[in-house]
């Protein structure tokens, strides 16, 4: 257990049981909404006390009880705590958005075809929980319409056509060109190369191509879009299926070079390998950590690996669909990326920066809207105003859209989101009794604040809405869009005075001071870590696991909190490479 | 597209929905054996789910806000003032106006809790735990207790088992099918709310939220009469069953390599895709009865969904995906699939539990512009329209498309009666109005398994519909294990509960 600043405070994965978030007693309706976190909480180690505020502890937090989500992660406290450090993995399935990246990478198709045809992933917070992956009649619907779909496309457009085939067929039995599409794109598609046998089977559709049918305008290109159909239909396509070798220690097997590669690819880029990865994973070298970080570091330099950390954040965050017109929540897009770029990427700067940068980028129709000084040049860097209350990425109309509401901001919502994702604290679900989304108070008072009062009277309410309301309230100055306002919308009379408290780490008011009350706070550096790993392995991590990810915060302090090191440290490390097979109960 | 009828069906005397002739025990896809047994048409079964409840939270039912004004007033709430026959048509059933004698309003209906204990241990036998949204849908769907506030049915649903009776039978086991396409919510998931259909002991079966892709897994397999699109037809289901083989016969070779848990992932997608080669194989070539419906085109957009890092993509529609398009085609397809005897079951969630999709647009075009979304609605969120005609509008917008399918159905003739006639089709809304699931004590709540309403259409099996039934606290389950029987299952329990309605015959 690494000493936190304040000596108490313990890994706590988040983790919130239902729907219920705790959002009982709260106000117009905001209520049990957000309800993706199902699941029991996983204690990472067996804590030394509560978190601040005297919250945030699950009772007992054993080894052994971590995930109650689909069995899938059952690592048992017993056998995980043997053997290298190696997280527990499964055959991962590709996200809409990997899918979406992939074809765009390989088949030069950018209409984002996976949204088209199949089911929303869940997201809890991020869309490639395997937990939450079941294969379903409805999927494979989809995916076969996918397929169809995609395959055709990419040979009706002739200059993507002449990208995928290589060769320029000799009519349409020629086997020779067909060999050569199979075993290019397969290769690039399945993320190694075809076996012969494999290049034989696909070998067979060239019939279609060659049958003499006079109702049917078939030709060599029949049997490519054939072939490509069957690839995007394969599970070995679909899936992330790691094998590797097994090593001396049970349950652990090391992963081949190959599938080291899409491991890192679809963490850092959120796509397949590349020609210079698959070339590298050919030659084995990415099993040698220095080979694996100076790819790692090549990607990290790509416009997918900032997509890749942009996306990252708008899911940990919470600002991935906000409910705002285009142009703005374009606007906001631009602010928001702009400083993750210049933190992370552009500027290598401590990343906790993020949280209390002192100037923003706006256009100038953002910097209207928020009321604040407008940029030099069209768009740019604008320095907030001292009496602005802002500073970070919490003053982002993104983030202050999160958690929000189709008509109006939630206290209770925001602060559920500060201390979930940020403190990486978990919400205790309110009793059974208490109705998760009952308007607070008398419905009829007319201010909200007031309304939010009676969460402090009733005594059911107060023991879990004390460590919740009062964040949201130091930021309800702040509306669903950013605004600074002074009292309720449309309510002159009732003022809101912006006091708030992160429980625990003290006052504060406004964005701004809540960014330093996190920083300072000395959690939100190790709920960063939480969260990325979380990210990376596809699950929130179990208590088994607990030691990786003091390993990792441990690096991360020590670089200065430089994100893109924590990226490369996690990658070189040897659990990396290394698989552990889940345990069923 | 088109239609052009398999000349070999065709020729086997079938005339379809249009022509409406006797229907023959040759054109059964079973080739009559099943027929041959319980004679008569088949019998269908459908459930329409509304992610919603039945009334404002503590308003009483006559009591309404619309644009900030108050008033009092009967005739919003959805259950009717009278009972039998002569009941005076609410707001929300409005749509079915025209249809009175072919549905009734099931009212009073209650799910059991304890009243003084929120344990787990201490629910009742088909019982709801005591958390309102996740606790109230296990009882609900399949009849057997809740233990958690999770949303999950520990049982098989009343859709599954008909869809299980009618195994092999027809193309498709069942249809399930979903028409709020997204969550919307930025911050979270769905987290089981897009279930209404399980199979034995609790599986989830995965709703198909596009109309598109329903329309193609349903009709792929319809021969054209053609003999140059015959040709075509041919070539294709082969080419498609040839991509499905190369897939398939990786199976073992995979499978033989992966770890223990990666082989149970995988043999279900495995099994998923077999499931979809038999269907390419049974529609074609004795499913030429009926007419091949219109393709319903792209999906409408997702509103709310966005390629990039935040929410570029989103226009004016957040939280909309033109669910009223998307229900109108799923509504389609289930009637379609009804006709064709492509399957006998459907369900279609018009909106999840606890649906947080934004009602602006829908109640905009009924006039009453809302700006909430539907969960929103039922607690008042619209500070300017609050109580029982706001709810009763989004509740008549979601009994508007069960409406259209009843009125297809009855205008489609078969075996001497209409299709409506050979059916039961549901409508079930997520909450009652009675007292609060959580506190046990609040009245007139939207959080209740109290009071609850189903609409129950079709005459299958001795349904006598027409009147508003006031159930007295049966359980919704024993309404739907009635409509179960009339449908033509065995069972005599769904989940815990037994005992039928007999008022529903009567």
Redesign the interface.
Request: glycine share 8%; net charge negative.
């Given at each position: 257990m690494i000493a936190r600043s304040n000596g108490r405070w313990s890994w706590i994965a988040v983790a919130v049981?239902?729907?219920?978030?705790l959002a009982g007693c709260t106000s117009?309706?905001e209520?049990?909404?957000?309800?993706?976190?199902?699941g029991s909480a996983g204690v990472f180690t067996g804590g030394n006390g509560a978190g601040p505020g005297g919250n945030g502890q699950t009772a007992g937090g054993l080894p052994g009880a971590v995930s109650g989500r689909g069995g899938?992660t059952g690592a048992s406290g017993a056998t995980g705590q043997g053997g290298p450090a190696a997280f527990e993995s499964?055959?991962r399935r590709l996200s809409r958005t990997e899918l979406?990246n992939v074809l765009a990478d390989v088949l030069g198709d950018s209409t984002?075809p996976a949204?088209?045809?199949l089911?929303?992933d869940?997201?809890?917070?991020y869309d490639n929980d395997y937990t939450?992956q079941?294969?379903?009649?409805?999927?494979?619907?989809?995916l076969?319409?996918f397929?169809e779909d995609v395959a055709r496309r990419a040979l009706a457009d002739p200059a993507r056509r002449a990208a995928l085939v290589p060769c320029s067929p000799t009519g349409p039995g020629d086997a020779s060109c067909f060999r050569q599409v199979i075993e290019s794109v397969g290769a690039k598609l399945l993320r190694r190369p075809l076996a012969d046998a494999e290049v034989e089977?696909?070998l067979?559709?060239q019939a279609?191509a060659t049958?003499d049918?006079?109702?049917?305008d078939?030709d060599f290109y029949?049997a490519v879009e054939?072939f490509f159909?069957?690839v995007l239909?394969?599970?070995?396509f679909?899936?992330r299926?790691e094998?590797g070798e097994p090593t001396a220690n049970p349950g652990i097997?090391v992963l081949n070079s190959h599938e080291v590669a899409s491991r890192l690819s679809f963490l850092i880029a959120g796509s397949t390998p590349d020609a210079t990865l698959l070339a590298e994973a050919r030659s084995n070298a990415l099993l040698d950590a220095p080979s694996r970080r100076a790819q790692a570091e090549r990607l990290l330099g790509t416009e997918r690996a900032r997509?890749q950390l942009?996306?990252y954040?708008?899911m940990w965050l919470?600002?991935?669909?906000?409910?705002?017109?285009?142009n703005l929540?374009?606007d906001?897009?631009t602010e928001?990326?702009h400083a993750i770029d210049r933190v992370v990427f552009d500027e290598s700067r401590s990343y906790l920066e993020l949280f209390t940068l002192p100037e923003t980028y706006l256009t100038a129709s953002l910097a209207k809207h928020y009321g604040l000084p407008a940029p030099a040049n069209g768009s740019g860097w604008v320095a907030y105003p001292a009496d602005s209350g802002r500073a970070g990425i919490l003053s982002h109309g993104?983030v202050l859209?999160?958690?929000s509401?189709?008509?109006d901001t939630s206290p209770t919502?925001r602060g559920i989101?500060v201390r979930t994702r940020l403190l990486c604290l978990e919400v205790v679900?309110p009793?059974?009794?208490?109705?998760?989304?009952?308007?607070p108070g008398d419905?009829e008072s007319t201010c909200k604040v007031e309304r939010y009062a009676a969460h402090r009277e009733l005594a059911s309410c107060a023991s879990c809405h004390a460590g919740l309301d009062p964040i949201g309230l130091g930021l309800e100055q702040y509306d669903m869009a950013g605004r600074f306002r002074t009292h309720d919308d449309g309510n002159p009379e009732c003022v809101l005075d912006g006091a708030g408290e992160l429980p625990g780490y003290g006052a504060f008011s406004g964005p701004g001071e809540l960014g330093a009350r996190l920083v300072a706070s000395g959690v939100l550096d190790a709920c960063s870590v939480q969260q990325y790993v979380s990210f990376a392995i596809g699950r929130r991590p179990t208590a088994d696991e607990a030691p990786h990810l003091e390993a990792a915060l441990e690096r991360f302090r020590a670089s200065d909190h430089d994100f893109s090191s924590l990226v490369l440290d996690f990658v070189s490390d040897p659990a990396f490479v290394l698989r552990r097979?889940?345990v069923?109960p | 597209m088109t239609l052009k009828l398999n000349r070999r069906t065709l020729l086997r005397g079938l005339g379809g929905a249009a022509v409406g002739l006797p229907l023959l025990d040759c054109m059964s896809s079973d080739g009559g054996v099943a027929r041959a047994q319980d004679a008569g048409p088949p019998k269908r079964y459908a459930i329409l789910f509304a992610g919603q409840g039945i009334g404002g939270?503590?308003w009483e039912r006559d009591r309404n806000m619309i644009a900030g004004e108050r008033f009092q007033e009967s005739g919003h709430f959805i259950v009717p003032a009278e009972t039998g026959e002569n009941y005076t048509l609410t707001t929300p059933l409005q749509p079915l106006r025209e249809l009175r004698a072919d549905f009734s309003v099931v009212s009073g209906l209650n799910i059991p809790f304890s009243r003084t204990s929120?344990e787990a241990a201490d629910v009742p036998a088909g019982g709801a735990?005591?958390?309102?949204?996740?606790g109230g849908a296990g009882p609900l769907l399949c009849g057997t207790r809740s233990q958690?506030?999770?949303?999950t049915c520990r049982s098989i649903t009343s859709d599954q088992v008909l869809a299980r009776m009618h195994t092999g039978k027809t193309a498709v086991p069942s249809l399930?099918l979903r028409a709020q396409?997204?969550?919307?919510?930025?911050?979270?998931?769905?987290?089981?709310?897009n279930y209404i259909s399980y199979g034995e002991g609790g599986t989830?079966?995965?709703?198909?939220?596009?109309p598109?892709?329903?329309y193609?897994?349903l009709f792929t397999g319809f021969a054209p009469d053609d003999?140059?699109?015959r040709?075509?037809f041919d070539?294709n289901q082969?080419?498609r069953r040839?991509?499905?083989d190369?897939?398939t016969?990786?199976r073992q070779g995979?499978l033989g390599?992966?770890?223990?848990?990666?082989r149970v992932?995988?043999e279900?997608?495995?099994?998923?895709?077999r499931?979809?080669e038999l269907r390419l194989g049974a529609v074609d070539p004795m499913t030429g009865s009926c007419s091949l419906p219109g393709d319903p085109g792209?999906?409408p957009a997702?509103g709310?969904?966005?390629?990039?890092?935040?929410?570029?993509?989103?226009?004016?529609n957040?939280?909309y995906s033109d669910e009223q398009a998307r229900g109108r085609a799923m509504t389609d397809l289930v009637y379609m699939a009804f006709v064709c005897d492509l399957t006998r079951v459907a369900t279609l969630q018009l909106t999840t539990f606890?649906s947080?999709m934004?009602v602006?647009q829908l109640t905009s075009e009924l006039g009453t512009p809302i700006?909430?979304?539907l969960?929103?609605v039922?607690?008042?969120?619209?500070?300017n329209n609050r109580g029982q005609l706001p709810v009763s509008l989004c509740l008549q917008w979601h009994i508007a498309h069960y409406a259209y399918l009843l009125q297809r159905l009855k205008s489609t003739p078969e075996a001497g009666a209409t299709l409506l006639d050979n059916s039961v089709i549901v409508f079930m809304p997520e909450a009652g109005h009675g007292t609060?699931l959580?506190?046990?004590t609040?009245r007139f709540?939207t959080?209740s398994v109290e009071d609850m309403v189903l609409l129950v259409a079709g005459r299958a099996g001795g349904l006598r519909p027409g009147r508003h039934i006031a159930a007295a606290g049966a359980h919704p389950a024993q309404c739907l294990l009635t409509c179960m029987q009339a449908a033509g299952s065995s069972a005599t329990q769904l989940g815990e509960v037994s005992g039928t309605l007999g008022a529903l015959l009567a």
């Open positions: 049981a239902s729907h219920a978030l117009d309706a209520g049990d909404a957000p309800g993706g976190e199902d899938a499964v055959a979406n984002n949204n088209q045809f089911l929303e869940e997201y809890a917070p939450l079941s294969a379903s009649q409805a999927l494979i619907d989809g076969n319409a397929a089977r696909y067979t559709l279609f049958e049918n006079p109702h049917v078939n029949t054939l159909r069957a239909q394969d599970p070995e679909l899936y299926i094998v097997s997509d942009h996306r954040h708008a919470g600002y991935r669909a906000i409910p705002h017109p285009a929540t374009r906001f897009d928001t990326t993104s859209s999160a958690f509401k189709f008509s919502q989101l679900p009793p059974a009794s208490v109705n998760v989304d009952e308007p419905v097979e889940p069923r | 939270d503590g929120t735990f005591r958390d309102f949204h996740g958690s506030a999770s949303f399930v396409p997204s969550w919307y919510l930025s911050g979270s998931s769905y987290a089981g709310r989830r079966i995965e709703s198909q939220p596009s598109q892709i329903a193609r897994a003999e140059a699109e040709a075509r070539f082969r080419a040839s991509v499905l190369l897939v016969g990786k995979l390599r992966v770890g223990a848990a990666d992932r995988l279900r997608h495995f099994d998923e895709i499931e979809l792209a999906d997702v709310g969904d966005n390629a990039g890092s935040g929410s570029d993509s989103i226009g004016t957040t939280g606890q947080h934004n602006f700006r909430a979304d969960h929103e039922g607690h008042n969120g619209d500070q609060q959580n506190d046990a609040s709540q959080h």
